[in-house]
């Protein structure tokens, strides 16, 4: 069994950032790369947002990027997916194809939007269909849009697109939504300023295109049954995300499935509830979920990491 000072798992933008941190501390870590290697980006198409990248760039292109620098200063780059964790006692066990322990550990396993299933939706992601109107809203300035979703997710992602496109139309397959009140509130002033229009009691039956591009949904009524086609340019599921934390169920203190981090003024940030496991990405974070706040996270865990071992030892 192969022994590290530190392990992470996962190895998007959260878990490359912590493996160069923890690799220019000298400490090699071994970043165990998952079933998704490079994380939610590598099935983006146009990343806009990226600072310093001024002129765009590929979210598979950004992640080779990632990926190459993660293992340039000594950090090992492994090809597993890790199916069960002994965190009760140190060295912790991660068991995979095979086993490896660490004396510290980083969890950076993301999370995955939700999406309907839709061979459509599928067919169209990346071209017109997203999760994150904060990540693509910017492609579709001035186009109509829709929304898919009745929550909070779904009432904000209509409120920021409203402020980019011509139209935003939130459907929701109930006749009442579930967002939170003051959401609601400022939902209506977008309504009634014409911004926004709500199709209630509908379901997204399928997302139709050019085979490039989406151009347009046909929506099914839940009442009658009867169909309905929108024109829109781009299509915004909000039904949710599920973070990949299923492997740490009754090992680790979460909420609703997200890690729970110590967080505070004093370091130490992103320490979880069992000493020398640390969290970074969207494992732990429910609200910002962008590629810069996981790397950003990343770099925290690595440091918070690194002090661990220094002051245990």
Request: hydrophobic share 40%; aromatic share 8%.
């Amino acid at each position: 069994m192969q022994h590290y000072r530190i392990a992470i798992l996962g190895s998007g933008p959260a878990g490359c950032t912590a493996a160069l941190y923890v690799a220019r501390a000298s400490l090699q870590p071994a970043m165990i790369k998952g079933l998704e290697p490079g994380g939610q980006l590598t099935t983006t198409t146009d990343v806009d947002n990226w600072p310093a990248d001024e002129q765009g760039v590929q979210g598979p292109e950004l992640m080779e990027r990632f990926l190459r620098h993660a293992t340039k200063y000594g950090g090992q780059e492994i090809t597993d997916h890790i199916v069960d964790v002994d965190l009760t006692k140190r060295p912790f066990v991660l068991s995979g194809n095979q086993k490896y322990s660490c004396d510290a550990l980083i969890i950076a396993t993301g999370a995955s939007a939700k999406y309907l299933g839709l061979p459509s939706e599928q067919q169209y992601k990346g071209k017109g269909v997203s999760a994150c109107a904060t990540c693509d809203g910017f492609f579709f300035r001035d186009q109509p849009v829709c929304v898919i979703g009745g929550g909070n997710t779904a009432v904000e992602e209509a409120l920021y697109l409203a402020n980019i496109c011509s139209e935003v139309t939130l459907v929701h397959r109930r006749d009442e939504f579930r967002a939170e009140a003051i959401m609601m509130e400022k939902l209506f002033v977008q309504e009634q300023a014409g911004k926004i229009k709500i199709k209630r009691s509908f379901v997204l039956d399928e997302v139709i295109g050019d085979g490039k591009k989406v151009t347009g949904v046909r929506l099914r009524s839940v009442t009658d049954q009867n169909n309905t086609e929108l024109d829109v340019h781009g299509v915004f599921i909000a039904i949710g995300h599920q973070p990949n934390t299923a492997l740490f169920a009754g090992k680790l203190e979460m909420d609703e499935g997200y890690l729970i981090t110590r967080a505070g003024r004093d370091g130490m940030s992103s320490a979880t509830s069992c000493q020398g496991v640390f969290a970074a990405g969207d494992v732990h974070d429910h609200t910002y979920r962008q590629a810069v706040t996981s790397a950003a996270s990343g770099c925290i865990a690595a440091l918070d990491a690194v002090r661990y071992l220094r002051d245990n030892d």
